[in-house]
């Protein structure tokens, strides 16, 4: 059974500062990973998808890494600001049209 | 905005009672799933449906049914309501198993809060 893990639950960093999210999974055989990010009380946003054979994904200020191998990723987002501050969740799937596994997210919060 | 639309977005129900909560896919997607948030949680699936069948399960009771429509919109029913059915409620649509890059995209949520 896949289990994905986010670690810590939470993170406060001063604005400008640079963010590293993480997340792992047990099971590699996955068929791409997605990170999302969902602010208080609302639906999800996704914000970058890897798929297994690629190693990164970039969009602006944010970039995912993937070791499918150690079962990890990254999310960096570089120079924070206030409007950062949400939280971010990764979930993977194992194939094409399966449901999502998702970890427990990162709550952020960038003080101005 | 994503184009995956649910209604209604809050709702308040008595334990005991039924609850229906609709969703609309993104165009072009066939895939609708469903999902549970409670408070301060990763969100959990419940079930998804591909082309009007149910095609995967997550351990949720029978008293959680769903539907999906000809033009791939999506019902969840939840009977009995019971007050740990508390939680947000995700529709996320996604182009299903047709297609090679199956990015999901999710509705703005249903909160329902059972008293």
């Known amino acids: 059974k896949q289990e994905v893990t986010q670690i810590p639950a939470a993170l406060s960093v001063p604005e400008g500062e640079n963010l590293v999210l993480n997340c792992s999974f047990t099971?590699?055989?996955?068929?791409?990973l997605q990170w999302f990010r969902q602010d208080p009380g609302k639906g999800l946003t996704s914000l970058l998808l890897i798929q297994s054979s690629q190693r990164e994904q970039t969009s602006g200020r944010l970039n995912a890494s993937l070791d499918k191998s150690s079962g990890r990723s990254t999310l960096y987002i570089a120079a924070s600001q206030p409007g950062d501050s949400a939280t971010y969740l990764c979930?993977?799937?194992?194939?094409?049209?399966?449901?999502?596994?998702f970890g427990g997210g990162t709550r952020v919060l960038v003080k101005p | 905005e994503t184009g995956v639309t649910q209604s209604p977005t809050h709702l308040i129900k008595t334990r005991g009672q039924q609850v229906t909560l609709r969703c609309s896919s993104q165009?072009?997607?066939?895939?609708v799933s469903w999902y549970q948030q409670a408070l301060g949680q990763g969100p959990q699936f419940i079930f998804q449906y591909y082309r009007e069948e149910e095609n995967g399960r997550g351990n949720f009771p029978p008293r959680f049914s769903g539907l999906q429509f000809p033009n791939y919109s999506s019902e969840l029913n939840v009977n009995a309501l019971e007050l740990d059915d508390s939680a947000l409620y995700l529709c996320?649509?996604?182009?299903?198993?047709?297609?090679?890059?199956?990015?999901?995209?999710f509705g703005q949520g249903t909160r329902l809060t059972v008293v």
């Open positions: 979930a993977v799937i194992k194939a094409a049209g399966n449901k999502l596994t």
């Open positions: 996320a649509s996604t182009p299903g198993r047709d297609r090679v890059k199956t990015e999901a995209f």
């Open positions: 165009s072009g997607h066939n895939t």
């Open positions: 099971d590699s055989a996955i068929y791409n």
